[in-house]
Structure formats: structure tokens, C-alpha cells
């Protein structure tokens, strides 16, 4: 999962630390008044996150090509998956072609 935070600030010359930065973090060193922020955009990727979900609910399934679908679509995929051709929204039959030892899950109940 990725997380992107943007800040959009105005200039200023009495700043202190936006708080949640500090060193490593993407916003490390932006500095600016609590009055001075006007917006805050918050991105969270949750790209493969129900095919995550499996692999926390089964550990065994760690490693390899996951993916969950739903009717005869996959939803999702891992990255194992993804690196060998797997893509969202791909038939089942073709993404098997692509990847023979892909686990499916049922995503029925999603």
C-alpha cells in the first residue's frame, strides 16, 4: 500500500513544522503556519488490498500469484500475480493461460 499526503500552503514568513513531518517523512522540512493550510489531499492506494486480505487470512498463500474475482473477472491481484502477466479485469481463463499456479479466490461477497 502506498500512502501520498500534499499539503497546499501559502508563503509565509512565521512558519513552525507541519505536524506529521519529520526526517524521512515526504513532507520533512515544509514548514508553515496552522492558519495558513488550505487544503489537505490524502491518497491511500489500495490497489491490490482484498488479494492482501487473502494472504493475511491465509498465510500459506504468501509468495504466490493471488488473485480474487468475481463472475468470471479478476478484481485483483498481488504483485506475484502482476508480474507474471495477471492483470485487473482479465478473464479468468486468459489470465490462467498467463499464470497456470494462480490461486483464485472467490470475491463473491465483496
Not at 20 to 45: C, F, K, Y
Not at 74 to 92: D, E, F, H, W
Not at 99 to 108: A, F, R
Amino acid at each position: 500500500w502506498g500512502v501520498f499526503c500534499c499539503m497546499s500552503l501559502r508563503p509565509s514568513s512565521a512558519s513552525h513544522m507541519v505536524p506529521g513531518s519529520g526526517p524521512g517523512h515526504a513532507l520533512d522540512g515544509v514548514e508553515a503556519r496552522p492558519d495558513q493550510l488550505r487544503s489537505v489531499v490524502i491518497h491511500i492506494d489500495l490497489d491490490c488490498f482484498y488479494a492482501q486480505c487473502e494472504e493475511i487470512r491465509n498465510p500459506s498463500l504468501v509468495g504466490l500469484p493471488v488473485c480474487v474475482y468475481q463472475k468470471f473477472l479478476i478484481v485483483t491481484c498481488n504483485y506475484v500475480a502482476r508480474s507474471r502477466g495477471v492483470q485487473k479485469l482479465m478473464a479468468i481463463e486468459a489470465a490462467r493461460q498467463r499464470c497456470p499456479d494462480l490461486v483464485l479466490c472467490n470475491g463473491e461477497d465483496l
